[in-house]
């Protein structure tokens, strides 16, 4: 061999490892992934934006604390669950903070102004609970995803249920805000269906607690039944004074899941025997659920609730976007591809998403057992939300 092709060997050689050492130290180097956190720490759905981090944490921390091949870091805002601080506060994280990921929030009017922000702005949005409609209808984005319901999906099945029980005349109570309207619209659909009817819509202002006026009400109208949406703090209460009225024993009370969920304790007696529908339940039963109960018991200290499972797959969601592009988050098209056609194996059941990315899931009948929402049915099984049109 002459000299020459030997010192070009020697000159390829030479920059090949130079490249990998490059690249070697450009992934050691990837900077920590931006997640800005905006829940609410304060108010009546404080304990809910409590346990959706914790429940993000924990699966982080299973992951060794890196999802996507990069570190997390952490930027957090209370959103205090009011619309009317929602933008001022999203935009704090997309431009101030110049997070990667939002995940947030508790609360639909929040949700809505988080969503359209994202889209403004071309931000990835993982939803851990809010089940406005519109987020993942009209609104709904390549972007945009959701780990939690729609809040037409756990009203409709509970039509449905409340409806096969023969109850004709229902009296619906909520808070006057997207999410109460949407959870009466979608279980008035089920219970129409099945031959029922809503007699009267009674609602006061989120967060409103001063039920009496409306018991007092419900109680001259004398329904076969009454449906509600409350949750956390005021849903506490809600389920207290329906007792205190001696409505409990006359006139059965129905709900979407969250006028059960992690209220439990606080609740006592007054919620024992109520049925509730919801994606999650406190005695699934599976191995996959009992390794999340356990590890989230374990770090916390507490039983997980809803809240926490929808947290907790809020960052599989993203870990499975982000292994898909090797952790970088502006390839928004490659990661909602891997995303929409993963299952993510959810401490409820594995479950997929629609088109708009919102969960295909099945709705569980539960009933309050002691301190336990007990799963006795499947109320609806995979059910997707119907969907009002989406504009990706
Ligand atoms: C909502 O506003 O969408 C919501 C709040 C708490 C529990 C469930 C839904």
Redo the contacts with the bound molecule.
């Keep these: 061999m002459n000299v020459k092709p030997r010192l070009a060997l020697a000159a390829l050689v030479a920059a090949a490892s130079a490249a990998t050492l490059i690249s070697t130290s450009a992934v050691a180097q990837s900077p920590k992934l931006k997640v800005g956190l905006m829940l609410p720490y304060t108010g009546t759905?404080a304990a809910?934006g409590v346990a959706i981090e914790n429940g993000f944490r924990l699966y982080v921390g299973e992951q060794g604390g890196k999802l996507g091949g990069r570190e997390i870091d952490f930027v957090k805002v209370d959103d205090e669950?009011d619309p009317a601080k929602a933008t001022d506060n999203v935009n704090k994280l997309i431009k101030r903070d110049n997070v990667d990921v939002i995940v947030g929030t508790?609360?639909?009017?929040?949700?809505m102004a988080m969503a359209k922000a994202a889209k403004d702005n071309g931000t990835m949005l993982i939803v851990p609970?809010?089940?406005?409609d519109a987020v993942t209808g009209p609104m709904c984005a390549n972007h945009i995803f959701r780990s939690?319901?729609s809040?037409w999906q756990p009203g409709y099945a509970m039509g449905e249920v409340v409806a096969k029980k023969g109850h004709k005349k229902v009296v619906t109570i909520t808070w006057k805000?997207?999410?109460g309207d949407e959870?009466v619209k979608g279980f008035r659909e089920g219970l129409e269906k099945g031959g029922g009817q809503i007699v009267k819509e009674l609602s006061l202002p989120f967060p409103g607690v001063e039920f009496q006026a409306l018991l007092t009400e419900i109680a001259s109208i004398k329904p076969d039944a009454v449906y509600t949406?409350f949750?956390?703090g005021g849903a506490v209460k809600f389920v207290k004074d329906y007792a205190a009225a001696g409505l409990k024993k006359s006139i059965p009370l129905y709900g979407?899941g969250?006028l059960t969920d992690g209220t439990l304790e606080a609740q006592g007696a007054d919620a024992d025997g109520l049925l509730t529908t919801l994606h999650y339940g406190d005695s699934l039963d599976s191995a996959r659920d009992r390794t999340f109960r356990l590890n989230y018991a374990k770090q916390y200290k507490l039983q997980p609730d809803v809240?926490a499972v929808q947290g907790y797959d809020a960052a599989q969601m993203l870990a499975i976007g982000l292994n898909a592009v090797k952790g970088d988050v502006t390839k928004k098209a490659e990661f909602a591809a891997a995303v929409e056609k993963s299952k993510i194996d959810s401490p409820r059941g594995a479950f997929t998403l629609g088109k708009s990315h919102n969960p295909v899931q099945d709705i569980y009948l539960r009933q309050v057992v002691g301190k336990e929402n007990k799963v006795i049915g499947v109320a609806s099984k995979g059910l997707a939300d119907p969907g009002r049109g989406c504009r990706m």
């Design positions: 759905f809910l669950s508790v609360h639909s009017g929040v949700a609970n809010a089940g406005a939690s319901f809040n805000y997207a999410a959870s949406f949750a956390g979407a969250f809240y």
